[in-house]
T-cell receptor, first 108, second 114 residues
């Protein structure tokens, strides 16, 4: 079962870094860790993904634990536009299955 | 810009009246997905196509059907909508179904059943 566990919600102040945790203790060796986010009234959008090594892109960074049983999505400087539901997903087989995600609130 | 387009954005139908939602893509991706998202819930995969190969999720009701006449278009048919089918329907594409591949989502069609 490609299940992930995330906090239901988190708060952060604007212009501060945000660390969104995800546990995936049942991860298998070939599962990729993907993060998507869904802004209000929009479809989900891809944020970042990785397999074993930490990853950076223009949106965020992904820190993956050495045992791969957990990962952290890092938004380096949150803005009000980052308020969304963030989904941590294990990509297994030929599809992704969304968990409940973390609703991120950004305080001005 | 290459993108995933869903029409209409809002659809109202009557209980039991068949409805079709459409999705098109300019990405030339091989895989197209349909998700159902009810209020305050995560998207739930209904089915997907890899090229012309149809893959139905085990718990997708028979009331939901899909067609993919060509690479660019995919349709979701709800044969007899019930009140419980009111939801946001999301279409997504990916180049392949590989584990490192990402999905691109459309803006969704919000279905209301009266």
């Amino acid at each position: 079962d490609a299940k992930t566990t995330q906090p239901n919600s988190m708060e952060s102040n604007e212009e501060e870094p945000v660390h969104l945790p995800c546990n995936h203790s049942t991860i298998s060796g070939t599962d990729y860790i993907h993060w998507y986010r869904q802004l209000p009234s929009q479809g989900p959008e891809y944020v970042i993904h990785g397999l074993t090594s930490n990853v950076n892109n223009r949106m965020a960074s992904l820190a993956i634990a050495e045992d791969r049983k957990s990962s952290t999505l890092i938004l380096h400087r949150a803005t009000l536009r980052d308020a969304a539901v963030y989904y941590c997903i294990l990509h297994r087989d030929d599809k992704i299955i969304f968990g409940k995600g973390t609703r991120l609130h950004i305080l001005p | 810009d290459a993108m995933v387009i869903q029409n209409p954005r809002y659809q109202v139908t009557q209980f039991g009246k068949p409805v079709t939602l459409s999705c098109s893509q300019t990405l030339n991706h091989n895989v197209m997905y349909w998700y159902q998202q009810k209020s305050s819930q995560a998207p739930k995969l209904l089915f997907h196509y890899y090229d012309k190969d149809f893959n139905n999720e085990a718990d997708t009701p028979d009331n939901f059907q899909s067609r993919r006449p060509n690479t660019s278009f995919c349709f979701l048919d709800i044969r007899s909508p019930g009140l419980g089918d009111a939801a946001m329907y999301l279409c997504a594409t990916s180049r392949t179904s590989g584990r490192a591949d990402t999905q691109y989502f459309g803006p969704g069609t919000r279905l209301t059943v009266l």
